[in-house]
Each structure stands twice: as structure tokens, then as C-alpha cells.
């Protein structure tokens, strides 16, 4: 079924996309797996073709897109592999905090070549003692002249090794009542001096992806490094996490989708006891409850898209669509792991990596009993409007 908001162009940047992806992605992914990152020189190629942030103006060297546009490279991004997603943190989470909240100095310093893929971006949220509870982190940035000084770890952070750029969240009044009132956003750049990265972090799945720890020792960050006003970070991320889920759901359709696409094909072609697998009727039935699962979770995602292009506040259906289609893309997962017998437990077959690569979803941008949470507040239950 197709989108609503999808157009023409749309559709041309999907086949131009795709085509580069075939070419400069999909030859090497395996190899980017083994490596533990995806290298700095397909960050360039991206950018070359217009496929880093085409949503800024073009002041800075972006086309100006919609957002539908995003949604159609973060969907080829998926079908590749979800060790990818650093691309979309930087074009549609990160990006936008520089261009929403920067003074117009900042952004000429840094967005134009956040566009060219010279500079990569990541936020820095979690921290060893706090996930999703962001008013109970503990890295602070405590003002000095002209300077703040910042000390803390930072941990799970998506383009952790390759940022040159990192959305600090910071408290910079940990006396704040209630403390989410002394949260501040800092850009921190590679080479500030007391900032180091700890590890690169061993992951169950996503293994082309650079998560890494990040370390804070007296980091001198200056204060026109401070993004937006003090005391209103909390605000800023609260903003911009509606759109951050809504990439998450939008990656997993799109895996539930690719995982869909190579099961028909494995048991169309493979054999037992003389016929397809696909004869038989448990396998009919498992793959057409899928189907129908997916398309539910596609239509309700699409909806919700529209309206976020809109402008309209859909934190609750956002929090819907993340919790329901990072839940159906671990049952895709494990059913069509199934559905592949033997091979779906080889490395060679895409199914298993997709089956490692499945179950963060469900945790990383605010887990999904988080995101109950937040449906549950806006259906009237009680507890702080603030999560």
C-alpha cells in the first residue's frame, strides 16, 4: 500500500538510492560486520550525493527536502543492514538539534559539513547509571570564565568511535527542583581536550556499528559550545524524541519487510519430503499472519508519518507505533529464523544477522515499557507529564 506523502520524487530518490546502496553498500556490508564499523569513506560518498541531511536549507548546503525523504533512505538504509542506523541518527536525531537550537554561528560552522559527510555526528544521552530516566543523569558542566568544564561517562553511544561532533546531555545545576530543570545540550568536537573515547563496545548484533563509551575527565568545552539555552535541555530532547522513535519504527517495517521478502523466497525454493516449503500450510499460515501484521504495523506507521510532516504533536502515536513494530520485528525475526530450519541459524543467511540484529530496537530511543508509559499519561492515568 502505498504512502500518501510518497510522490514522483519520491519514488526517484528510492531507484537512485537503491542503486548507489547496491554498489557502494552492499558489496561490502559483510566486511563492515567483521570490522565493527562502517568506514568514514562511505560517509563522503554519501554526501557527495545529496543523501546526508537533504532536509536543511540550502543555505547550508542541504536541498530542502521533506521529510518523506528521509523516510525513504533510512527505509533502503534498513534493508541493507540495521548495522547502519548511524546514518539515520545523524541525518534525522542529531542534526536537527544543531539546526533547531544552534546560534546562526554555529550552524555555518558545522552544518554544512555535516551535509558533506566531513563531520559525523552523535548524541551522547545514556550514561552507565541512566537510560531512559535522562532527569537522573549524572555528567555535569559546571561554568568557568568563559569555559565550562565537563565531567562524566557516557555509554551505548551510536557513532561513538567516528563523531566529530557530540550532543552532550549535561546537568548544569544538579541542585535543580526537579532536576530535569538543570539539564543543558553541549557540542562537544573531536580533540576537546579531557574528552577521550572509552571502548568500542562488543554488541550481540549491529556489529558494523560504532557504539562506544565516551569519557569526560576536566573536558574544557567552550561556552559558545552550549547549544540553546541553559536549563532547557530537557525541553529540547522532550521536542526532538518524537521524531527519533518515529525513525526507529520506520527502520522496523522496513526490516520486518526485508525478512518477509527473503523468507518467501527461501521457502518458495527449498524442498522437504518432495514439495516446497511453502506448500505446506503451516508455512501459509505463519508467512500470512505476518503479512497482515506488517501491513497493519505499515498503514498505522504511515499515518503517523503524515501527521508528524504536518506538524501535529503525535507523541502518542509515535509511542504506539515504536513499542508495535519493534515487538513484531523480534517475532519476524524469530519466525522466519524458523522458517529457514537449519540454514537460518548460519551465518551465511541474512536471517540470522537480521535475528541478532532485532531485539535492541525495542530498547534503544526510550525502551518500549517506556513507551507504555507515555501512552498510558496521555490516556488520562496519571503520573509526571515529563517522561
Known amino acids: 500500500m502505498k504512502a500518501g506523502y510518497i510522490t ?7 531507484a ?37 541531511c537533504p532536509w536543511l536549507s540550502e543555505t547550508y548546503g542541504g536541498m530542502e527536502a521533506d ?46 559539513k555535516c551535509v558533506t ?23 555535569t558542566a559546571v561554568k568557568k570564565n ?26 548544569t545545576d544538579p541542585q535543580a527542583s526537579p532536576p530535569h530543570k538543570g539539564i543543558s545540550l553541549f557540542v562537544v568536537e573531536r580533540g576537546t581536550h579531557g574528552f577521550s573515547r572509552g571502548r568500542k563496545l562488543e554488541k550481540v548484533g549491529l556489529h558494523s556499528q560504532d557504539t562506544a563509551e565516551l569519557v569526560f575527565e576536566d573536558a574544557i568545552v567552550p561556552s559558545s559550545q552550549l547549544l540553546g539555552k541553559e536549563g532547557e535541555g530537557f525541553y529540547y530532547l522532550m521536542n ?18 526485508r525478512m518477509l521478502e527473503i523468507t518467501v523466497d527461501y521457502v518458495t525454493q527449498r524442498q522437504a519430503f518432495g514439495r516446497s516449503i511453502a506448500s505446506f500450510q503451516n508455512t501459509q499460515f505463519k508467512l500470512a499472519e505476518l503479512h497482515t501484521e506488517i501491513e497493519i504495523g505499515r498503514t498505522f506507521l504511515n499515518r503517523t508519518i503524515e501527521a508528524h510532516m504536518q506538524g501535529e504533536d503525535v507523541v502518542k502515536e509515535v509511542s504506539m507505533s515504536k513499542w508495535w513494530t519493534t515487538e513484531l520485528v523480534k517475532k519476524t525475526a524469530m519466525e522466519c529464523m524458523q522458517l529457514h530450519g537449519g540454514y537460518g ?4 543467511y541474512e536471517i540470522a544477522r537480521r535475528f541478532r540484529d532485532a531485539p535492541v530496537t525495542a530498547v534503544y530511543a526510550g525502551s518500549n515499557e517506556i513507551m507504555k508509559t507515555i501512552i498510558a499519561k496521555k490516556m488520562g492515568l496519571g503520573g509526571s507529564k515529563h517522561e
Not at 8 to 14: D, I, W
Not at 91 to 96: A, E, H, L, S
Not at 151 to 171: P, Q, R, S, Y
Open 146 to 171: 568563559d569555559t565550562y568544564v565537563m565531567n562524566g561517562e557516557k555509554t551505548f553511544i551510536t557513532n561513538g568511535i567516528h563523531a566529530d561532533l557530540i550532543v552532550v546531555v549535561c546537568k
Open 16 to 52: 537512485s538510492f537503491r542503486k548507489f546502496l547496491k554498489r557502494e553498500a552492499l558489496p561490502y556490508y559483510e566486511e563492515w560486520e567483521k570490522k565493527g564499523e562502517v568506514p568514514r569513506a562511505f560517509w563522503r560518498k554519501l554526501g557527495e550525493q545529496g543523501y546526508l
Open 8 to 14: 514522483e520524487e519520491h519514488e526517484m530518490l528510492r
Open 345 to 348: 541459524y548460519m551465518e551465511e
Open 117 to 139: 559527510g566531513e563531520v559525523i555526528t552523535a548524541v551522547a544521552m545514556t550514561e552507565p547509571g541512566a537510560g531512559s530516566d535522562l532527569a537522573g543523569i549524572r555528567t
Open 67 to 112: 521529510f518523506g525523504y528521509s523516510v525513504i533512505i533510512n527505509e533502503e538504509l534498513e534493508k541493507v543492514g540495521t548495522g547502519l542506523i548511524g546514518v539515520g541518527l545523524h541525518n534525522d536525531i542529531v542534526v536537527p538539534y544543531l539546526e533547531a537550537y544552534g546560534t546562526e554561528e554555529q550552524k555555518t560552522r558545522w552544518l554544512p
Open 240 to 257: 526532538q524524541l518524537q521524531q527519533e522513535r518515529l525513525i526507529v519504527g520506520i527502520g522496523a517495517v522496513a526490516a520486518c519487510e
